[in-house]
Structures are given as structure tokens and as C-alpha cells.
Antibody
Framework: EVQLVESGGGLVQPGGSLRLSCAAS????????MSWVRQAPGKGLEWVSVIYSGGSTYYADSVKGRFTISRDNSKNTLYLQMNSLRAEDTAVYYC????????????WGKGTTVTVSS | QSALTQPPSASGSPGQSVTISCTGTSSDVGGYNYVSWYQQHPGKAPKLMIY???KRPSGVPDRFSGSKSGNTASLTVSGLQAEDEADYYC????????????FGGGTKLTVL
């Protein structure tokens, strides 16, 4: 069964850092395009970042220069390193498998909650 | 402010049909046939319902259908059922020179 499980969320002060993990099972992370999407409390979905199977990475303007997407092939795990966190980064963060032919996300994790507050 | 515009709410009685619109620009919805729709129940992860404007993944009832005209995409739910009550989000590819995916603000569908 294809499954994604996020972890690493929590409470962090403004300006702090956090690393989210997304453990995959049933498929190989490095052979797929993988994405992070977030949802602020009571708000809609916002695409955050994508990593291609070839390793290219892209970011939303709102996180560019602060967040880094990466993967560990040996652990079949996707990561999101978040630095210089702001209150507006407070959200549930989902990882998802991204279809790069038709640009949609067809497998989602259950999400991990990040709260940025002093 | 979301890149794609959706009505905040929609409603219908069981058995009726409801259509949710998603308006973008020629740089996203109008420029590509890469519109997808997601259903999200409270406290749950989004679920893919439609991709490539009108295609349904395996397991999604054929009561759900998608279409597009110009810069506006639409999701129609026919034969409304109680379990269809959820938030629905449209999404589109929007990156010609750089990768970008945009979402709509979401529509709360209420089954009366």
C-alpha cells in the first residue's frame, strides 16, 4: 500500500528552524516527483515546494530562500527544512506524490502541524 | 489572496446537482489543461477527485465531473449525497518559465 507519513511538526519561535520528514512506503521517493503543500488554520491550500526525480527543486515565492526540500534515498524519506520561520508559516504541512505529466497530487499524507509563535 | 477564484460556498439538496467554478487567467487555468480538483473533509487530508480538467482517478464516483471553458474550470457533483459535504479546491499548473502550482481559495459544499 502506498503511504506517506509526515512528522517533525511542533511549536517554534519566530526566527527559528524546523525540519519536517515524510516517510514513504509502497513506492520509491527518488523515482517520483514529490511536493509539500500547506494549509494555514481555517484557510485554503498553498503549494510550497517540489523536488523532481532528477533532483531539481522549486519553491513558492513565500518560502524561497528560507525553506529547502530534499530527500534521503536510503531512508525513502522526503524532508522540508524550514528556517527563519514566521507567524504566517503556521499551518498543517502535507507531503504528496506529484504527477509531473498532468501536474496533480494523487497521494497525500495526513499532515503535520507547525505553529510559529512566541 | 488565492491565485484562483472560487465561490466560498455552494449548496444543494440530496439528489440534486451542484457546480463549483474556478476562475483563473490565461497564465494558469486558461493556458493549460492541468486543472485538478480536491475534496477535503474536516481534519482530513485532501483527496484527488479530478485531474487533467475532466479525468477521474480510479475509485472516484462518476457523479463527479470536470470541465473548462477559457479561464474558468468547473466541478459538477451530480446526485448529491450527504458524504459529498466537504471543502473543494481547484488547482492549476501556472509555471511557464518556472514551476508553480496555484490553488483556489476553496468552496464549502453543503448538502441541505
Amino acid at each position: 500500500e502506498v503511504q506517506l507519513v509526515e512528522s517533525g511538526g511542533g511549536l517554534v519561535q519566530p526566527g527559528g528552524s524546523l525540519r519536517l520528514s515524510c516517510a514513504a512506503s509502497g513506492f520509491t521517493v527518488s523515482s517520483n516527483y514529490m511536493s509539500w503543500v500547506r494549509q494555514a488554520p481555517g484557510k485554503g491550500l498553498e503549494w510550497v515546494s517540489v523536488i523532481y526525480s532528477g533532483g531539481s527543486t522549486y519553491y513558492a515565492d513565500s518560502v524561497k530562500g528560507r525553506f529547502t526540500i530534499s530527500r534521503d534515498n536510503s531512508k525513502n524519506t522526503l524532508y522540508l527544512q524550514m528556517n527563519s520561520l514566521r507567524a504566517e508559516d503556521t499551518a498543517v504541512y502535507y507531503c504528496a506524490v506529484f504527477d509531473h505529466y498532468y501536474y496533480y497530487m494523487d497521494v497525500w499524507g495526513k499532515g503535520t502541524t507547525v505553529t510559529v509563535s512566541s | 489572496q488565492s491565485a484562483l477564484t472560487q465561490p466560498p460556498s455552494a449548496s444543494g439538496s440530496p439528489g440534486q446537482s451542484v457546480t463549483i467554478s474556478c476562475t483563473g487567467t490565461s497564465s494558469d487555468v486558461g493556458g493549460y489543461n492541468y486543472v485538478s480538483w480536491y475534496q477535503q473533509h474536516p481534519g482530513k487530508a485532501p483527496k484527488l477527485m479530478i485531474y487533467e480538467v475532466s479525468k477521474r482517478p480510479s475509485g472516484v464516483p462518476d457523479r463527479f465531473s470536470g470541465s473548462k471553458s477559457g479561464n474558468t474550470a468547473s466541478l459538477t457533483v451530480s446526485g448529491l449525497q450527504a458524504e459529498d459535504e466537504a471543502d473543494y479546491y481547484c488547482s492549476s499548473y501556472a509555471g511557464s518559465n518556472n514551476f508553480e502550482v496555484v490553488f483556489g481559495g476553496g468552496t464549502k459544499l453543503t448538502v441541505l
